[in-house]
């Protein structure tokens, strides 16, 4: 059975910091790409980071210089650090981990951010 078990959230002043983390199991966590997703009430669902099996990263424009992705494969944990947190990063945020036709979803944690 496949799990991802995201942590990490809460409530945050406008400028402070939060560390989500996913650790996956019951799939070989190191070919996946993975990804932090947010969806905020009224809105779809966008892409905030990703990190390739090999390391590459991408991110929203609006988080960079901001968030930073990071993973270890030997924990099959991906995480994702928020700094400099704006009301506007408020969301439920998901870890999600791809690959070829399979494609795991965490259950959610809420961020909000207050100002």
């Known amino acids: 059975q496949v799990q991802l078990v995201e942590s990490g959230g809460g409530l945050v002043q406008s400028g402070g910091s939060l560390r989500l983390s996913c650790t996956a199991s019951?799939?070989?966590?190191?070919?996946?790409?993975v990804a932090w997703w947010r969806q905020a009430p009224g809105n779809q669902r966008e892409l905030v980071a990703s990190?390739?099996?090999?390391?590459?990263?991408t991110y929203l424009d609006s988080v960079k210089g901001r968030f930073t992705i990071s993973r270890d494969n030997a924990l099959n944990t991906v995480w994702l650090q928020m700094n400099n947190l704006k009301p506007e990063d408020t969301a439920v945020y998901y870890c999600n981990a791809q690959f070829r036709l399979l494609d795991y979803w965490g259950q959610g944690t809420q961020v909000t951010v207050s100002s």
């Open positions: 019951g799939i070989i966590f190191s070919v996946y790409p």
């Open positions: 990190m390739s099996s090999g390391g590459g990263e």
